[in-house]
């Protein structure tokens, strides 16, 4: 079963910071929190991941609740090649839990 | 580097035929892991290999579902006989712990059961 919820979808305009939130109330304090996008016709790509510090990469950046019960993904510069599926996933146990994502719709 | 290959990418079959699906893994990664991805949902684990090993196939269908990795290295996925609820993506994946378990997924195959 998913442990994670999100939002089933989202618009943001082209440009824009792309928000994306998830909770996931139940984790526990060894899982890490994981980020992956699934363009259509196509297998899941990493994004990013983080257990308690907000973290930053070159395609995203990751901000974690200090509690651990809630996360958002943000996309700073949102382009039409950002629109995708956003999972949000739990680790633990060498186990990855995804969801049923957020379709993210990127418009002009 | 060559990421996941997967084949084929579309598979059309009748019930009760058999089919296999065939991964090739990032070269290094011990882990891999073969998902079921069914329409509008997130990927679920059907099973789950270090190096040769099966170590969770607690979610693969037993009775009809069968996989291998015989050399710890490419990996094959059986379906025998399909229903037409197992049409579905079928998607692999490898991973290490250099990576930091990060998963690298193949394009998936797309299989329809008629």
């Known amino acids: 079963d998913a442990k994670t919820t999100q939002p089933t979808s989202m618009d943001c305009a082209e440009g824009r910071a792309a928000n994306l939130p998830c909770n996931h109330s139940?984790?526990?304090?060894?899982?890490?929190v994981y980020w992956y996008r699934q363009i259509h016709s196509q297998g899941p790509q990493y994004i990013i991941h983080?257990?308690?510090n907000n973290e930053t990469n070159e395609m995203a950046s990751l901000i974690i609740t200090e509690d651990r019960k809630s996360s958002t993904l943000i996309l700073p510069h949102a382009t039409l090649r950002d629109t995708a599926v956003y999972y949000c996933?739990?680790?633990?146990?060498?186990?990855?839990?995804f969801g049923s994502g957020t379709k993210l719709n990127v418009k002009p | 580097e060559a990421g996941v290959v997967q084949s084929p990418r579309y598979k059309i079959i009748e019930k009760k035929q058999p089919v296999a699906f065939w991964c090739n893994p990032i070269?290094?990664?011990?882990?891999l892991y073969w998902y079921r991805q069914n329409l509008g949902q997130g990927p679920e684990l059907l099973i789950r290999?270090?190096?040769?090993?099966?170590?969770?196939d607690s979610q693969l269908p037993k009775d009809r579902f069968s996989a291998e990795r015989l050399k710890g290295v490419d990996s094959t996925l059986k379906i025998q006989p399909a229903e037409l609820g197992d049409s579905a993506v079928y998607l692999c994946?490898?991973?290490?712990?250099?990576?930091?378990?990060?998963?690298?997924f193949g394009s998936g195959t797309q299989l329809s059961v008629l």
């Open positions: 996933t739990e680790y633990n146990f060498n186990k990855f839990y």
């Open positions: 070269s290094g990664h011990n882990t």
């Open positions: 139940t984790i526990s304090g060894n899982e890490y």
């Open positions: 994946a490898s991973s290490n712990h250099a990576t930091n378990e990060k998963l690298f």
């Open positions: 983080g257990l308690k």
């Open positions: 290999y270090e190096n040769e090993e099966a170590v969770d």
